[in-house]
T-cell receptor, first 115, second 113 residues
Framework: DTGVSQNPRHKITKRGQNVTFRCDPI?????LYWYRQTLGQGPEFLTY????????KSRLLSDRFSAERPKGSFSTLEIQRTEQGDSAMYLC?????????????FGPGTRLLVL | AQSVTQPDIHITVSEGASLELRCNYS??????LFWYVQSPGQGLQLLLK??????LVQGIKGFEAEFKRSQSSFNLRKPSVHWSDAAEYFC???????????FGKGTTLSVSS
């Protein structure tokens, strides 16, 4: 068990550019979550996958955001036409589906700065 | 809708002193409650969780939390704080579907020597 990994750890981009982040969950975990954390705030839920199916999306996930988990393993989060308001820490978490709420294990995050 | 309130933005405690971080939640049914800790540059690490049963929950690093339904609270405690406990602490409640966590804004803990 190597934990949840995220790449890159830091990303600086100019407004209007597209960025893509990757998350590799814990190997036997079939649920994967994306959260966004802005300065001074707690993480906010963006979206959730069970295997390759995206089952829930927050209203925070605007049309410029898209997430995929093509083979039910790693996931990518893409932001198109970035805006300064997208600057935040993007956190990925994974869990193993069961009959009740499972513990979500978080990765170190990708910190995005949009100039 | 579910929500979590952490009334204290920043707390400073002397090393060796006791600690209590407050958390209040809003949820209609029996909640699933969590405390996470985040150190600078690190992800969130689970300290403890409450699903049901004994209302006093033990976690890692000597932390414990008590679920009080009558007060809608889930306060985190530690009897003796170490300098390495300085970090940001988040309380969270699971949403009704059990698919997402709703976090409070966090409490920053500073430890003075």
């Amino acid at each position: 068990d190597t934990g949840v990994s995220q790449n890159p750890r830091h990303k600086i981009t100019k407004r209007g550019q597209n960025v893509t982040f990757r998350c590799d969950p814990i190997s036997e975990h079939n649920r994967l979550y994306w959260y966004r954390q802005t300065l001074g705030q707690g993480p906010e839920f963006l979206t959730y996958f069970q295997n390759e199916a995206q089952l829930e999306k927050s209203r925070l996930l605007s049309d410029r955001f898209s997430a995929e988990r093509p083979k039910g393993s790693f996931s990518t989060l893409e932001i198109q036409r970035t805006e300064q308001g997208d600057s935040a820490m993007y956190l990925c978490a994974s869990s193993k589906a069961g009959t009740r709420m499972e513990t979500q294990y978080f990765g170190p995050g990708t910190r995005l700065l949009v100039l | 809708a579910q929500s979590v309130t952490q009334p204290d933005i920043h707390i400073t405690v002397s090393e060796g002193a006791s600690l209590e971080l407050r958390c209040n939640y809003s949820y209609g049914a029996t909640p699933y409650l969590f405390w996470y800790v985040q150190s600078p540059g690190q992800g969130l690490q689970l300290l403890l969780k409450y699903f049901s049963g004994d209302t006093l929950v033990q976690g890692i690093k000597g932390f414990e939390a008590e679920f009080k339904r009558s007060q809608s609270s889930f306060n985190l405690r530690k009897p003796s704080v170490h300098w390495s406990d300085a970090a940001e602490y988040f309380c969270a409640v699971a949403n009704q579907a059990g698919t997402a966590l709703i976090f409070g804004k966090g409490t920053t803990l500073s430890v003075s020597s």
